[in-house]
């Protein structure tokens, strides 16, 4: 029996993180979690900070998304995000330490007045959270 596949890639400006056949992708995007396998329509989606995970035949490889987008396309989905670290690559202390300084520098910002810098705050402390959650829920190997 010849199962459809995706071919996936999943980019950052650092260089590749996976790139590989596939079974099923999921991602979170600026609209809510989604699937996305064999088939599925061309689409071009906003991702967001969160998680995602890669099903192969051969299990499911995490990972900690930051924001980008994904484009499928002919079952070839091809991910693009500013930064992204597989499960077994986050550094807990780091992301802990991450959570730690975000929320001092949140403590301290004027949230009238210094709203660019409030936002890169929150967002910094959503990707340390979100390394965090992944870790926790699905270990790091």
Known sequence: MNLKQLNVEIVTPHGPLFAGKATAVQLQTRLGQVEIG?????????????HGAVFTHDGVERFAMNVGYVEVLDNHVEIMMETAEMVSDVDTERSEESVRIAKERLEK?????????VD??????RRAEARLAL???FGSD
Request: glycine share 4%; no cysteine; charged share 40%.
């Open 38 to 50: 064999p088939d599925h329509e061309s689409i071009i989606m906003a991702l967001d900070i969160g």
């Open 109 to 117: 910002l004027d949230f009238a007045e210094d709203r660019a810098r």
């Open 120 to 125: 890169r705050a929150k967002d910094k402390l």
């Open 135 to 137: 870790v926790s829920k």
